[in-house]
Each structure stands twice: as C-alpha cells, then as structure tokens.
C-alpha cells in the first residue's frame, strides 16, 4: 500500500500504521480452518467482518478503537485503494494490546465441552454436575487464554489471568467483556440468534482500556438460530461450518498445510452463510451496506 507502513498479517487482517497515533486494519477474505489457511478466498467476508464489527461498534456503550470506515475519507489512500478496500478497512486508535484474549461462554460448547465431558478443568471445574454439549449455563462464565500468533490460543486459569496482567486488570477486563457478551446476547436473541460464546481484545491508549480488534463477528463468535438449538445436539453456526465440515470429509488430509482444494459449491455456501449473519444480526442489507461504503 502506497505510503503506509505495513506492521503485521493474521490469519485474515492486514495491519498498516497511519501515523503514531492511527492504525488501519484491512479484512482480507481469507479464512482458515483447524490453524490452516485455505488458498481459496471467500467472497464477501472481509466485508462482513468489517460491517458487522462497525454495526456493534455503534451501538455497544463501551469505549472502543473505531474512528472510521469510510475508506472515501482517508486521504492518505490512493483513489484505488480507496475503492479496493471499500467496506472492509477500519481506521482506529493505536492502542498497546493487552496480551489475553477475553473469552465469555453462555453455552458449554467447543473446547469447554471437551474440557467439561472429560471431567472438568480450569474453565468448568465449577459448572454443575450432568449438563449436556451446548446446555445454556447459569451464567456467562469467563474464560480468558493466552494470545497465540500461530496455533491455537490456550486457556489460562484465574490465577494465570491475573498474574498476566495484574489483578485490577483482570476485574476490569472480566467486568467489561460479560456485560458486553450480554448486551450482545440480548441483542441477538431479539432477532431470533443464540450467541452461545465470544471473544474480545483490549488495548490501552495511555490508561484508558479500549476495545480492539473485531468485536461480535461471526469469526469472533459462536452464534445459532434459536429455533434449532437442542441440547445434546451439535448446532448448526453462522460461521465457516460448511469449510470445517468439507474438510473433516477429505480422506487422508492430515490438518497440515496445505490444505485440499475447496469446491465452488462450499465457498458459495460459506459466503452465503456470513452475509446471512450480516443481515439477520443488522437488520439491513449487505447489498445496502456494501452501496453505503461505496464497494462492489
């Protein structure tokens, strides 16, 4: 990119420094599954990302990075740029990442379940006894884990979490991050979604604690239709099932780089299914927000 200097890739971000002071995030439409990025692209869901992650920006009454998504007003940018990466950049403060990432769960499911089913361990060791794969919990429980740049992120104990970054820290973080998990719960189950868990990141601009990176996507979060939740069931999600699902098929694929050729049919599907999250989760068009950032 033309002037700005690139800082770092994930799995599916590109991140370039503005200034000293702004960082501009760009979704490509990469995904990835079981720690392995495809070389097949997903259309549409960097901008899904960006949209739905602008759409609770909006309305959650926390403090957060977002200054804009309207690449028409970054000047810094070529006119192609600007229309390249129409609806999935985000210009945001800087902020210095706090390392763990803040993992709210309001269902037992994923690597809890495992945990649970397998005799507890730190994040269920207090979850009553004979709860099923994805009952609701009493409460939402908070379940932090360490920041992996490569690998799978590895859950910390309270104890852990606290000798990480500090106990004051810790109560904050933990505060914030269930009261945003049920702002967006309830948020969701409105429009007929369960948001089963999630995770955020903070960072720190000075002393003040805001909230970074994406936030409620369906890349950051595990959401179902409500009508087919069924206790003891593996639930359908809003995610990149169908590509999980396809591999899982693929006879002799070990899980490692690379990883097998994806059919049009399951990219069609799994694009279909993240704007389906886009719209039922904001109540608008994807087609409307992609003519709103001037994208195509």
């Known amino acids: 990119m033309a002037g700005l200097q690139h800082i770092g890739s994930g799995k599916v971000r590109e991140i370039y420094r503005v200034d000293d002071d702004q960082l501009l995030i760009v979704a490509s439409d990469r ?3 079981f720690d392995v990025v495809l070389s097949e692209d997903i259309p549409h869901k960097g901008q899904v990302l960006t949209g739905v992650s602008r759409h609770w ?12 998504t309207n690449t028409a007003e970054m000047d ?23 390392p763990m990432e803040c993992v709210v769960r309001g269902y037992l499911y994923g690597s809890s379940w495992k945990e649970y089913a397998a005799g507890g361990g730190p994040t269920t060791e207090h979850l009553p006894d004979e709860l099923e794969m994805a009952s609701r919990l009493p409460a939402p429980i908070f379940t932090p884990a360490t920041k992996a740049e490569d690998g799978h992120d590895e859950n910390l104990t309270e104890r852990e979490s606290r000798a990480l970054v500090g106990t004051d820290l810790y109560e904050e973080l933990k505060t914030r991050s269930i009261d945003i998990y049920l702002t967006g719960a309830a948020y969701a189950a409105d429009r007929g979604i369960i948001l089963a868990d999630t995770k ?3 960072g720190k601009v000075g002393d003040e604690v805001i909230l970074i990176d994406e936030v409620l996507t369906p890349d950051s979060s ?3 239709p409500a009508d087919a939740w069924a206790p003891g069931s593996v639930m359908p999600s809003f995610d990149k099932q169908p590509v999980r699902d396809w591999l899982e098929d693929q006879a002799g694929w070990d899980k490692t780089p690379p990883a097998p050729t994806m059919p049009e049919a399951v990219i069609q599907e799994t694009s279909d299914r993240y704007i389906e999250a886009y719209e039922r989760l904001t109540g608008s068009s994807f087609a409307d927000y992609l ?5 195509s």
């Open 76 to 98: 810094f940018l070529t006119f192609d740029e600007q229309r390249g990466y129409a609806g999935r950049a985000m210009l945001v403060h800087a902020a210095e990442v706090i």
């Open 31 to 33: 995904i990835s599954a």
């Open 222 to 224: 595990r959401y179902w």
């Open 291 to 295: 003519e709103s950032m001037s994208a």
């Open 200 to 202: 955020f990141e903070f």
């Open 57 to 68: 920006f909006d309305i959650l009454d926390t403090r957060h990075h977002l200054i804009s």
